[in-house]
Structures are given as structure tokens and as C-alpha cells.
């Protein structure tokens, strides 16, 4: 049974850092596509970073330069460093993975493509 679990969200200040981690079984972070996602209130749940199973890596553009995801094999977690926040962060994070396209940058495939962790609030006030 695959299972993601998050942790790490919270309330930041603007300009502050926060990071999560997704601890993963039932799959591996090394052999599959992971990937962060986030969804505001009103708005479709979009990817913010991805990383597959080559650790090749992109993200969307808006967090560019001021977030970094990242995984330890060993420890089967994916991660999400926050720096330099702003407000416009502000969503529900999900972590992501897609275990059977591992060398994918799974970016654009269908929301029901994905296992998902259970959503943590980020919240950065002004």
C-alpha cells in the first residue's frame, strides 16, 4: 500500500524559510517521479517542483531561485526547502508521487496519476 506522509507546514513570515518532507512506503523516492504541488483557495492544484528518479529537476517559474526540492534515498523522504517566501505562497502543499514513469518530469499528466500525502497548510503572512 503506498502511503506519503507530510509534515512541516505552518505560518512563515514574508522573506522567511520553511521546510517539508514527505516520508514515503509502499514506493520508493529512488525509482519514481516526485513531485510538490500546491493549491490555493478557488484555484486548481498546480506542480511547483518535480524531481524523477535521475534527480533531474525542475520548477514552475514563480519559485524559482527561492525553493528547492530534493530526496534521501535512504530515508525514502522527499523534501521542500522554502526560502524568501511571500505572501502569493500561500496554499495547501501536497507531495506527489508517480511510481511508474520514474524518469518522467511528470509535470503534466493528470492530477489522478499521482499517490498524494495528505495536504499541509503554508500559510506566509505579510
Known amino acids: 500500500q503506498v502511503r506519503l506522509v507530510e509534515s512541516g507546514g505552518g505560518t512563515v513570515q514574508a522573506g522567511g524559510s520553511l521546510t517539508r518532507s514527505c516520508a514515503g512506503s509502499g514506493y520508493t523516492v529512488s525509482n519514481s517521479c516526485m513531485a510538490w504541488f500546491r493549491q490555493a483557495p478557488g484555484k486548481e492544484r498546480k506542480w511547483v517542483a518535480i524531481?524523477?528518479?535521475?534527480?533531474?529537476?525542475r520548477y514552475t517559474e514563480s519559485v524559482k531561485g527561492r525553493f528547492s526540492i530534493a530526496k534521501d534515498n535512504a530515508k525514502n523522504t522527499l523534501y521542500l526547502q522554502m526560502s524568501n517566501v511571500r505572501p502569493e505562497d500561500t496554499a495547501k502543499y501536497y507531495c506527489?508521487?508517480?511510481?511508474?514513469?520514474?524518469?518522467?518530469?511528470?509535470?503534466?499528466?493528470?492530477?489522478?496519476?499521482?499517490?498524494w500525502g495528505q495536504g499541509t497548510q503554508v500559510t506566509v503572512s505579510s
Open positions: 524531481i524523477n528518479s535521475d534527480s533531474n529537476i
Open positions: 506527489a508521487a508517480e511510481p511508474f514513469r520514474p524518469k518522467e518530469l511528470c509535470y503534466g499528466l493528470s492530477l489522478s496519476s499521482y499517490y
